[in-house]
């Protein structure tokens, strides 16, 4: 039945194109640069060691994350519908099996979670811009600036009121469509972020500990890394570039067809990646400067960053712009998140727009609850990895968004037919077609399964055998 299937299949978009591969290149851009370059990256690069961390996590982003956003991209723009119905569609017509439906199932309920939590960090950049407006960090000491965050943080009815704001919003624009509006904010947001960063990277440069902060991201002491720390950088890999979920599928549906798969991915991946490392840059030279611990957990940008702010000229305005970009590009990732439940809704249900996003967004903001909670009334209710909230994310970045990808890169790999997945990447160039088909098909798989197996310290015994004296 497969060999039917070549370079014939042309299906149209249920929801409507994307204008250009610019304004698609934008949109997954849009979707990958967020809280996970900004606010996830460095706290959890400080919390595993630094330079180690960034290293496999910066292999796990080319190695593994690369390829699977081809594939992704690329199962997208075959199917052409929600990531259910086109994991359900390809999978009848490239396997003969419909079961390959419960991957996008998997990516709807992983982008529901995920959403709870990041809705709420998100509201803390809102509240942000208004701390930083009305001044609050001028001239401030460190520990104001933390006794600032914990205010926040450490109340159920502000953190609470913020996440509804950002949930309020997220809904809002999801029930108008995602092209309108998204495209305008993207094409201004992420230069301006990047524009804001560079200031901020000069202010670092000039606090005296920057060797000390780019030797912390950059020197790595592979001593420091742990088999969970390794499992931790590829999640990181897979969050940041929003892969596994269904969210760059969902959006590689709109892609025109004539448009180039891999060349758009390289460009994202490394707008994504230079945006992460430029954080770090900016991050731990002030952690280091003011002698704050790299290991302060999800609160590091908000004790941070304010202490820059707070000592630049025209702070008040900076701080207040920069954390209202930045709740800006949480809200292009927070729409991505919701965009493949809200699809698949609207395509199953038959229910519009509107009503899918209120129904989808009412959830996730109950159950967002979860995660206000952890930083305060909940905050010693602690097992497994710590908090609820440190257990969803653990769960949803580390497991669920791996899985996700495995699949989706065994599925465009080896269950695609090669006519099928040549013709969708369109390479003249044949050499790198068959360089992504060897990533897709051995290297991200495999690194994914190892990665796993090493974290529930089922390698241990190839290590000592190897390494008697168990010295890596
Ligand atoms: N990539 C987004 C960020 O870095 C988060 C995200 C994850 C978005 C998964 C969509 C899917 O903030």
Avoid at 180 to 185: D, K, P, V
Avoid at 189 to 196: D, E, H, R
Avoid at 208 to 223: T, V
Avoid at 349 to 371: C, K, Q
Wanted: proline share 4%; hydrophobic share 55%; net charge negative.
């Amino acid at each position: 039945m497969a060999e039917q299937l070549t370079a014939a299949v042309r299906r149209d978009s249920l929801h409507g194109l994307w204008s250009s591969r610019f304004v698609f290149i934008l949109a997954v851009t849009g979707s990958a640069v967020g809280l996970g370059n900004i606010w996830k990256f460095p706290y959890i690069a400080g919390e595993n060691g630094g330079g180690a961390f960034v290293a496999v996590y910066l292999l796990c982003v080319f190695a593994i994350g690369l390829p699977i956003m081809v594939g992704e991209v690329l199962i997208g723009r075959r199917g052409r519908r929600n990531p259910v119905a086109t994991m359900t569609l390809l999978g009848e017509e490239e396997a003969g099996h419909r079961s390959w439906s419960l991957v996008g199932v998997l990516g709807v309920v992983t982008g529901f979670l995920i959403l709870s939590f990041y809705s709420v960090i998100a509201g803390w950049t809102g509240a942000y811009i208004i701390k930083s407006a009305i001044g609050e960090f001028v001239g401030a000491a460190p520990e104001a600036v933390v006794q600032s965050f914990i205010a926040l943080s450490g109340s159920a009815v502000n953190s609470g009121f913020w996440h509804t704001a950002f949930m309020g919003v997220t809904v809002f624009v999801v029930a108008r469509g995602v092209e309108r509006g998204l495209e305008q904010a993207v094409r201004f947001m992420v230069p301006a972020l990047v524009v804001i960063m560079l200031i901020l990277l000069g202010y670092a440069m000039n606090t005296g500990a920057f060797q000390q902060g780019f030797a912390f991201l950059f020197r790595p002491d592979f001593r420091a890394l742990t088999g969970s720390g390794v499992l931790v950088a590829m999640g990181q890999a897979f969050f940041t570039l929003s892969l596994g979920m269904g969210a760059v599928m969902a959006y590689g549906a709109y892609l025109p067809q004539q448009a180039s798969i891999i060349g758009t991915s390289v460009a994202v991946v490394c707008a994504d990646t230079a945006i992460a490392i430029l954080a770090g840059l900016v991050i731990f030279p002030i952690v280091f400067a003011n002698g704050l611990d790299p290991n302060a957990g999800p609160g590091l940008i908000f004790e941070t960053l304010p202490l820059a702010f707070g000592q630049l000229p025209g702070g008040a305005i900076f701080g207040a712009l920069f954390f209202l970009l930045l709740a800006f590009a949480a809200l292009t990732s927070g729409i991505s998140l919701m965009e493949p439940a809200v699809a698949w809704i609207m395509e199953n249900r038959g229910v519009g727009r509107a009503s899918a996003a209120m129904l989808v967004g009412g959830v996730v903001w109950a159950l967002g609850f979860m995660t206000v909670l952890s930083f305060n009334r909940l905050s010693d209710f602690r097992f497994w990895n710590g908090t609820i909230f440190d257990n969803m994310d653990f769960v949803t970045t580390n497991i669920m968004l791996p899985l996700g990808g495995l699949f989706i890169t065994v599925f465009a790999g080896w269950v695609m037919c090669q006519n099928s997945s040549a013709d969708e990447l369109d390479e003249t160039a044949g050499s790198l077609y068959r360089l992504w088909l060897f990533l897709a098909r051995y290297v991200a798989p495999v690194a994914v399964l190892l990665i796993f197996f090493n974290a529930i310290g089922l390698l241990e015994p190839i290590f000592d055998a190897l390494m008697p004296q168990g010295q890596l």
